[in-house]
């Protein structure tokens, strides 16, 4: 019988455990949908700046098509689907020209070929750079992949061409401390952001030997990060190297910094770049005459509102078109403000669904639901109120709830 007890004990949890769980589970959700309820095609808002992708190999077994998430359930159900996450600036290719004689059930209408739509070898379900399936059915342990914001690839972290002693920006539970990655096949093409100051960058941990005696390794934040000034200052980079006038130059906010150490030492005004374009540079060059680096570059870890830094003067615009890196400057671009809207979308999605429930019922119906909610929620929040939250909630305590609600309702009638 105690054995039973304890069994029981150990399926317990904590009210703070218990909501931080439900709160987890909301957040993949948002991240993942982005409060879509996958009822109609997205087909007709043209390429969104983001949206949830699927690849269906039952169709397009060459994974050189993507449908929405609404398709993927109506269109393609019981088939082989691929959940890419999300894509950028991507229209849904349900029933095109790639799927034969299959239309789509949702919008027939749709134009032969979504020029616009760029592929990778994601859509085949293969990810980084060693083209492995994820999950992996060949690997016990299944690792989180990370993925890089300029070609939207996943990667595992042992391949993303770091140096031994360099090691994925964490905290102390595991969690990612940066808000975007550079794979090292982008960087190359993002080496411009080495002209920027140290703070873009997420800090890197390094291991390093300490004691070789003890043969033991300790971990400690290192100063500089990946691709950051370091390789500045030391103008090994084509792109350093044209910074090389040291007379004084203005900012966009008329302050004067000087040539090659003017990105390592000013701190750059991220609010008067975002309001609009300025015609000063905050890097004091112009990228388009920079000439192509051709130097291999590290991965790159970007610290939170790293994008708002970025220098929005014509020339540099004109830069990040050629390179087809428009995105960067793009709010709705970022992860952060998906799951922003996402959240919104759902808010409103349950308000509107609350308000459809109560117009089908009659006056006294509608004054007893609502009466009941509300009943619930203020004795949920009085139980609450003298409960300790480090103990576990047991079914013991819902019963409670419920059983004093009760007996206020008995007291009413």
Not at 107 to 115: F, I, L
Not at 157 to 180: A, C, I, T
Not at 281 to 289: F, H, P, Q, S, V
Request: aromatic letters at 8%; one cysteine or more.
């Amino acid at each position: 019988m105690a054995d039973a007890f304890e069994e029981d004990a150990d399926h317990t949890v904590s009210i703070g455990e218990y909501l931080q769980d439900l709160e987890e589970q909301e957040l993949e959700a948002d991240l993942v949908l982005g409060g879509d309820e996958g009822k109609e095609c997205t087909y007709s808002k043209g390429y969104m700046k983001r949206q949830a992708i699927f690849s269906c190999l039952t169709c397009t077994p060459d994974g050189n098509a993507g449908v929405c998430t609404a398709c993927s359930l109506s269109c393609h159900d019981g088939h082989e689907i691929l959940e890419l996450w999300t894509k950028r600036n991507f229209r849904c290719d349900c029933g095109n020209s790639k799927f034969g004689e299959f239309f789509c059930k949702l919008d027939a209408s749709k134009d032969v070929e979504n020029t616009k739509n760029l592929y990778n070898h994601n859509f085949k379900g293969s990810y980084c750079t060693c083209g492995r399936p994820y999950p992996d059915p060949d690997v016990e342990d299944q690792l989180e992949n990370l993925q890089c914001c300029i070609c939207e690839d996943w990667f595992h972290e042992e391949h993303l061409g770091l140096e031994s002693s360099d090691m994925v920006p964490r905290d102390e539970k595991g969690e990612p401390q940066f808000e975007d990655l550079i794979c090292q096949g982008c960087a190359t093409v993002c080496s411009f952001l080495k002209l920027y100051p140290d703070s873009i960058f997420a800090p890197v941990q390094q291991q390093t030997a300490t004691n070789s005696s003890k043969d033991k390794e300790v971990v400690e934040d290192a100063p500089l990060t990946v691709g950051s000034s370091e390789k500045l200052n030391s103008g090994s980079s084509s792109i350093e190297t044209l910074v090389t006038d040291n007379s004084p130059k203005e900012d966009c906010n008329g302050k004067a910094v000087l040539g090659e150490n003017a990105a390592a030492n000013t701190i750059l005004n991220p609010c008067s770049q975002v309001a609009g374009p300025s015609t000063k540079c905050a890097l004091g060059l112009n990228l388009l005459e920079a000439p192509v680096s051709l130097e291999k570059s590290k991965s790159m870890f970007l610290s939170k509102d790293w994008r708002e830094v970025l220098c929005r003067c014509p020339n540099c615009t004109e830069f990040y078109k050629q390179k087809g890196l428009t995105f960067l400057l793009e709010k709705e671009d970022t992860i952060a403000e998906y799951e922003k809207m996402a959240k919104q979308r759902i808010a409103q999605q349950a308000q509107e669904q609350s308000a459809e429930l109560l117009n089908k019922l009659g006056h006294v119906e509608k004054m007893e639901v609502l009466t009941g909610i509300a009943d619930l929620k203020d004795e949920i929040g009085t139980y609450l109120a003298s409960f300790d939250p480090s103990k576990p909630v047991t079914s013991a305590d819902v019963h409670k709830i419920f059983e004093n609600l009760a007996q206020k309702r008995r007291r009413m009638t």
